[in-house]
């Protein structure tokens, strides 16, 4: 049995093959990286394992259970969650707002409930509160709990990002380029949290990224994606080396030569 | 048979009314998104205007017509100037809401003025009716004056849209705003004549409106404003030839509607409405743009 | 760096005390006909208004849904409730006990009648956005309209006229409080933040496992009840309705209440459906004038205070007590934030005058 499972998924829109034949079987608690140049189809690879993209054929299974056509919260409720490449926080929502409202599977009270401020809702709504600052001291967003998301500095919008989908009490997280436009230090802190969820937390990471130094120094494992398809996989230093992965992303010796 | 191409000319006569009115609408949404529900309102001024020229020259058509579009463009153009520039950066449905308060303002205001008031007017007669037969069927000088009429302004704005450089800069605008300030068109100069023109469309489908109906007052701008907008969404709105294409058709649906039952007559436009936006959710030849993941 | 208040600590409670205050002067006023029938009439219309502009809060302001239909369902819950006070009820209204029962039952029921057009109108909201949406709950309502015209038991063009008086001072005020009260606790609850969601990133909000299309709907059909019962209170205080009662314009009434109000806040659509039933009659020395200056106002709003003229704040109990912190205030700003820096700046620059001349 796997956590999550990918077996030959593949899309087209309108006859463009976006994704071909995508194979994913994950390992508990590993580290896991899908790189590849811009356009190749990874942020597609992560809109299916996540639900927002049904493939056109192929089956993404979540601890067995086959989850096409499963709706996208269904997908988070399974214990999947991800984070947006262009930030897509709720903005005019203060900070800790943003987790609570993430926290929506913990609120086990029913309408009339809430509508009466029953005991119960009430008991509810102080955990709710107090895991999200919980949370939010893990993130050092904790100082930040009243601002509006949409006020954060970037590197904090990103991190709250992260923290959002931690929120869920996800058993697979999902980074897309969780460190593009980010400077040196911040890739070092960025580094930082993701060492430490997962030292802190049950939990797999599939992470999207550019930065190559990053993914080197922090991915247990590697699949390297061009134009959809799956062209290396492997140990970060199988991959360095590997000739075809070299070509995809500096272009053909000779040519360069020539 | 007879009865029925009979009503078809009816409908060919309202349906050139609604094709001219929700030309503006859907310009105007085309270039800048809003939904203008003031649009009726241009519409009811121009009526005005041609009922005051009527008074000052006889009841001379080209002079009424060309009064009525001129007044109702300036209308749009100042409309824009004054309430929808300031909103243009603010989420869009506060440029709605205001669109709505302009629409309230200027129906009310017409009510308090006392030039236009709460009174209907008489519009004056500005076409003499003859009537032809052919072949069993009455068609009136009226109904083919009319049709010409609405028949050369939208092959007028096809061309401008199509073969001129402010149409050009039109399209782009619509297209994409930024890339095409960037490309050095005037973005609000285009945005003033686009108002400006479906205004001017929009008064001659008031003289129009006073031509076919015999009185006119304050409310006739947002019941046939209303129609031709439903007109534009059921086309497209944004596009131009479903704009003029929804108009034709929804003149002859209504016209075959009301002769079976006049109470459902309004109601089979909205049930048009709402099947079309449900299953075809941009109208008959508009486009839905999706949001990148 | 700016201090952060404990959202905890300096609760206000002022409200508390205000609520029944108010209640009770005006009940007095009332009853010693100091406010003489026709205000009387224009302060429950207020309130009614008031009903129906928040129900439209939680729609556009709360869900961020595009709605331009609510007359719709406010004419569900005015006729269905009417016909079942006028033609079932009635021979039972005998003591004031058994007529307020029955009465609130009408209400119930004619709400969830609207209840039930709010599921189906919700329905497109799930396929269509912004001003698509505004169109066909526009298309929606008067749909709604053309039905009363041809359904005979309301009576087609006619409509309904005689209905038992029996919309009163003290129904209103309690439904409006109630209101008031089931919303804020509605949205200060997880399914409240699922509409907030909605508003804010519908598909960040689905990824974070909640479900928008159970959200949408249930914010349209809470709101339709709401809206219905706000016409049945309207219905029993006019006494006659027909189809145009109801038509688009009074939908675009209520828009306007909201948006000159402050869209997202329950409390400034309140003050804003309040204000804007006012006005008109303060100004009737104006005749056919005083029409001119309301959607004035709210042109001018939305051109120079987008927020509305209460901001997005909550007022008083609506709050649960809790102050804002610096951070919402800015963002929330309203009119009254205005006049208050106003006068705080008037009031220092008094102080600093008398210590000059203490000096």
């Known amino acids: ?258 | 048979m007879n009865n029925i191409i009979q009503l078809l000319i009816y409908g060919l006569q309202l349906g050139s009314v609604y094709a001219l009115v929700s030309l503006g609408y859907t310009m105007v949404y085309g270039i800048v998104r809003l939904i203008n529900s003031a649009h009726g309102d241009y519409l009811m001024l121009g009526a005005y205007t041609a009922f005051y020229v009527s008074l000052l020259n006889g009841n001379n058509l080209i002079l009424c017509l060309l009064g009525a579009m001129i007044a109702s463009g300036l209308i749009a153009m100042l409309s824009d100037q004054l309430a929808f520039k300031p909103v243009r950066e603010q989420p869009k449905f506060s440029s709605l809401v205001t669109a709505l308060g302009v629409s309230l303002f200027i129906q009310n205001l017409s009510r308090a003025l006392p030039f236009i008031g709460p009174i209907p007017k008489p519009f004056p007669t500005l076409i003499t009716k003859k009537l032809y037969n052919i072949l069993d069927i009455t068609v009136s000088s009226t109904q083919i004056l009319m049709i010409i009429i609405a028949l050369i302004l939208l092959f007028l704005l096809t061309y401008i849209v199509n073969n001129t450089k402010i149409g050009r800069a039109m399209r782009a605008v619509s297209l994409d705003r930024d890339a095409s300030a960037l490309m050095g068109v005037d973005i609000n100069k285009t945005i003033t004549i686009t108002f400006f023109i479906g205004g001017f469309l929009a008064g001659a489908g008031g003289v129009f409106y006073g031509i076919m109906y015999p009185t006119i007052d304050v409310s006739i701008g947002s019941l046939l404003g209303n129609k031709a907008f439903i007109a534009a969404v059921i086309g497209g709105i944004g596009n131009l030839n479903g704009a003029m294409i929804g108009g034709i058709l929804m003149g002859v649906i209504e016209i075959f509607a009301t002769s079976i039952n006049a109470d459902i007559g309004f109601g089979v436009f909205y049930l048009i409405l709402i099947i079309i936006l449900i299953f075809k959710p941009a109208g008959l030849f508009g486009k839905l743009t999706n949001e990148k993941v | 760096m700016m201090k952060i208040k404990n959202n905890d600590t300096n609760k206000t409670y002022l409200s508390y005390i205000v609520v029944p205050v108010l209640f009770f002067v005006l009940y007095y006023l009332i009853q010693t006909k100091t406010i003489n029938m026709y205000w009387r009439n224009i302060i429950l219309i207020c309130g009614i208004n008031g009903v129906v502009a928040m129900s439209l809060n939680l729609i556009n302001g709360i869900t961020g849904q595009s709605c331009l239909g609510q007359a719709g369902f406010m004419s569900v819950g005015a006729y269905v409730s009417a016909m079942l006070t006028k033609n079932v009820f009635k021979p039972y209204m005998t003591d004031t006990f058994q007529t307020y029962a029955l009465f609130v039952a009408a209400l119930i029921i004619g709400g969830l009648a609207a209840g039930l057009i709010g599921f189906l109108i919700g329905l497109p909201s799930l396929r269509l956005r912004g001003d698509y949406l505004a169109i066909i709950t526009l298309g929606f309502g008067e749909m709604i309209r053309v039905m009363w015209r041809v359904v005979p038991a309301a009576g087609r063009a006619k409509g309904i006229n005689s209905i038992p008086k029996v919309t009163n001072f003290v129904s209103v005020y309690i439904i409006v409080f109630l209101v008031m009260l089931i919303f804020r606790n509605f949205t200060k609850s997880s399914y409240g933040r699922s509409c907030i969601a909605v508003r804010e990133n519908e598909l960040a909000g689905e990824t974070m496992g909640i479900n928008t299309t159970a959200a949408k709907i249930r914010a349209f059909v809470f709101a339709a009840i709401v809206a219905g019962i706000g016409g049945g209170l309207y219905s029993h205080l006019m006494t006659f309705i027909n189809p145009d009662t109801f038509n688009s314009a009074k939908s675009t009434d209520y828009v306007l209440y909201l948006y000159t109000g402050g869209v997202g806040s329950f409390s400034s659509a309140l003050l804003g459906a309040i204000i804007f039933t006012i006005i008109p009659e303060i100004l009737r020395f104006m005749g056919e004038w005083r029409l001119v200056v309301y959607p004035l106002v709210l042109i001018l709003t939305m051109i120079y205070r987008p927020k509305g003229l209460f901001g997005k704040h909550e007022f008083g109990f609506m709050r649960f007590g809790e102050k804002e912190n610096e951070y919402e205030k800015e963002e929330n700003a309203g009119i009254l934030m205005l006049i208050s820096k106003a006068v705080k700046s008037l009031l220092n620059g008094k102080k600093e005058k008398t210590r000059k001349e203490a000096q």
Do not use: W
């Open chain 1, 1 to 258: 049995m796997s956590l999550l499972e990918a077996e030959n998924i593949s899309i087209e829109f309108g006859g463009l093959k976006a994704v071909q034949n995508f194979n994913l079987k994950l390992k508990d608690h590993e580290l896991f990286s899908i790189i590849g140049p811009n356009g190749a189809g990874k942020t597609t690879i992560f809109n299916m394992l996540t639900g927002i993209y049904t493939p056109t054929s192929g089956i993404v299974k979540m601890n067995d259970v086959v989850m096409n056509g499963k709706k996208i919260h269904e997908f988070t409720h399974m214990g999947i969650a991800r984070t947006f490449q262009n930030i897509r926080l709720f903005g005019a929502a203060s900070v800790l707002e943003n987790l609570t409202i993430a926290m929506q599977s913990d609120a086990k009270y029913g309408l009339f409930d809430s509508l009466l401020r029953t005991s119960k809702f009430k008991a509810r709504e102080k955990e709710i509160k107090e895991n999200a600052r919980e949370l939010l001291s893990f993130f050092e967003l904790d100082k930040k709990e009243s601002f509006l998301a949409k006020n954060l500095p970037y590197g904090e919008q990103r991190k709250l990002e992260i923290a959002r989908a931690m929120a869920t009490h996800p058993k697979v997280l999902c980074l897309d380029e969780p460190a593009a436009g980010m400077n040196p230090s911040e890739v070092e802190d960025l580094i930082g949290i993701i060492n430490k969820i997962r030292s802190s937390y049950d939990i797999t990471i599939i992470l999207i990224e550019h930065h190559m130094n990053m993914v080197m120094a922090i991915a247990d494992r590697i699949k390297v994606i061009e134009f959809g398809i799956t062209i290396a996989e492997g140990q970060p230093d199988e991959i360095k080396n590997d000739p075809k992965v070299i070509e995809a992303y500096l272009g053909k010796e000779e040519e360069q030569y020539a």
